[in-house]
């Protein structure tokens, strides 16, 4: 579970922006090739704002899907799973969305 330690680096992050305001929620973009779980997120950002500035901040996810560009045939797929595959059955393709893992914003104050 990869996400509590993600969690745990956001949460550093944000409290350290933060200073001593409370933050009341944080928003993330997370690629469909992260192989982040929202809900498992959500359940580590819980854990780890516990006893920070930002205990009790609320985590918005923004889910991004995933895209590749196919070398052999030249399309651009959306794909929803970690199996990067163009549609044409060729594996040289290049991921040009999905590994986003972000903090887009945070609301203090
Ligand atoms: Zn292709």
């Known amino acids: 579970m990869h996400e509590l330690s993600i969690a745990e680096s956001v949460v550093a992050a944000v409290c350290e922006r933060a200073g001593d305001r409370r933050v009341h929620s944080v928003r993330m973009r997370i690629g469909a090739f992260t192989a982040v779980v929202p809900d498992a997120m959500q359940f580590c950002f819980g854990l780890a704002v516990e006893g920070t500035v930002a205990d009790g901040a609320r985590l918005d996810i923004e889910h991004r899907p995933g895209a590749v560009h ?20 060729s594996a040289d393709v290049a991921v040009t969305a999905g590994r986003e893992l972000q903090i887009v914003s945070m609301e203090v104050g």
């Open 70 to 89: 196919c070398r052999a045939c030249g399309a651009d797929t959306d794909l929803a799973d970690m199996l990067l595959l163009c549609p044409c059955g």
